[in-house]
């Protein structure tokens, strides 16, 4: 569960997977080493400071939630399970929110944000599964959220392929803080899909297809594919990863799949009821794709870190499907975060601010901007503490909106195991 809308929410959360709490310069470092060795048995397609911690995870899951990077991590560091060749790990978030929206009273609340389970296995030298299972209060019953099965040998090739169910490599959503950047929710994108990669000398790339969920002019058929390629390189002075990704169907991420959805079939109701003879002509899934872009930049200097991300439809859609201001809505988000990492009483710790905003994107109902301030520290082994403070602005009323603010104060309690 994650703090994606103005009204914001404070979130106290147990976490699992890590050998250790993960901070964001940490992971960074290890994304970038790990994109630089050639035998390493699990390429990555993506680079990325928080969601790619482990080989696996990077070979398959640009655009993957932190909660998952942090459970593939925990399988990696696992010593044990079953029997031999088996890895397990898991994830537990406890969270407490106190949201003051836009409009209305302040409300309060306590859930089980997540509960999840992942399992993972080396088959052969060529072949290892990865499969978890998740749930989340309120939002998502018990499902399979991960099941990908990857056919890869280093000391071979550089060349990968992966298939299965997994969160599309289209933009890396990276961020020091507790709320997800706005760039996920336009972006963020499960799929049942095939990959083939590489890796190699810092560069990694993939290709991806799978069948999206809207069946465009009535066709059920693989028409949805997507592609990324990335580049690390890690010098005495400064890490760096950048990368990019095109996705021909935009329409089909998790946030605008459901808009559209709605979208569609809200106006084929209204022309049933009004007996329009129309109605019989419109389709409640849209008739074209529209694609997507987006570009990624992380940089360590030192204690500091810079994460920089876009991303943006690469045209208008189709009002029917998403509208904005009587046309066709052309969605966008950024996030810009700087993030110092320090020690407290031999802890490891760090600190962020973050800018992030959209265009476009008031039927999403997302933020117009936001402003972001906060801080995570390792209290003990596996166990982080978190803190952070929101501030969002809403759309003008012109243009689809409130025209109001709302803020959040968030916590977060994260344990790993």
Request: net charge negative.
């Amino acid at each position: 569960m994650t703090n994606r809308q103005l009204s914001g929410a404070i979130t106290i959360a147990i976490a699992s997977i890590t050998a250790q709490p993960v901070l964001a310069q940490q992971v960074l470092e290890q994304g970038v080493e790990q994109l630089e060795q050639e035998n390493a048995r699990q390429a990555a397609p993506q680079t990325s400071l928080i969601a790619q911690q482990n080989q696996q995870n990077q070979k398959i899951q640009g655009g993957t939630p932190g909660r998952v990077g942090k459970l593939n991590d925990a399988l990696e560091s696992s010593e044990g399970g079953w029997f031999q060749g088996i890895e397990i790990g898991g994830l537990i978030e406890l969270e407490a929110s106190y949201i003051s929206p836009y409009e209305g009273d302040s409300k309060s609340d306590v859930v089980l944000a997540t509960v999840e389970l992942g399992i993972a296995s080396q088959i052969n030298d060529w072949v290892d599964i990865e499969a978890s299972l998740l749930y989340e209060q309120d939002a998502t019953d018990l499902e399979v959220d991960l099941a990908v099965v990857t056919i890869h040998h280093p000391d071979v090739s550089p060349l990968f392929l992966t298939a299965g169910q997994f969160y599309l490599p289209f933009g890396v959503y990276e961020t020091n803080l507790i709320s997800e950047p706005l760039t996920l929710d336009i972006g963020e994108a499960r799929e049942t899909a095939a990959q083939l990669g590489f890796l190699y000398q810092g560069f990694s790339g993939s290709l991806y297809a799978f069948n999206g969920d809207h069946q465009i002019d009535g066709k059920n058929q693989i028409n949805s594919w997507g592609a990324n390629l990335a580049w690390a390189v890690d010098t005495d002075s400064y890490s760096l990863t950048a990368g990019a990704g095109y996705i021909n169907d935009l329409g089909d991420s998790n946030s605008l799949q459901d808009a559209v959805s709605d979208n569609r079939q809200a106006i084929y109701d209204q022309l049933v009821e009004g007996e329009d003879p129309s109605a019989g002509q419109f389709r409640t899934d849209p008739t074209e794709r529209t694609g997507g872009w987006t570009a990624n930049l992380g940089i360590i200097i030192g204690d500091f870190n810079l994460i920089a991300e876009y991303l943006t439809a690469s045209e208008r859609f189709d009002p029917s499907s998403l509208a904005y201001r009587n046309k066709g809505a052309q969605p966008s988000a950024w996030n810009l975060e700087v993030g110092y990492s320090f020690p407290v009483f031999g802890r490891d710790s760090i600190a962020a601010i973050a800018y992030q905003g959209t265009e476009q994107a008031v039927t999403l109902e997302l933020p117009e901007t936001s402003w972001l301030l906060g801080w995570s520290v390792e209290i003990f082994e596996r166990t982080a503490l978190a803190f952070e403070y929101r501030h969002d602005s809403d759309y003008s009323v012109r243009n689809g909106g409130t025209g109001k603010d709302a803020s959040a104060v968030v916590a977060q309690l994260a344990v790993e195991f």
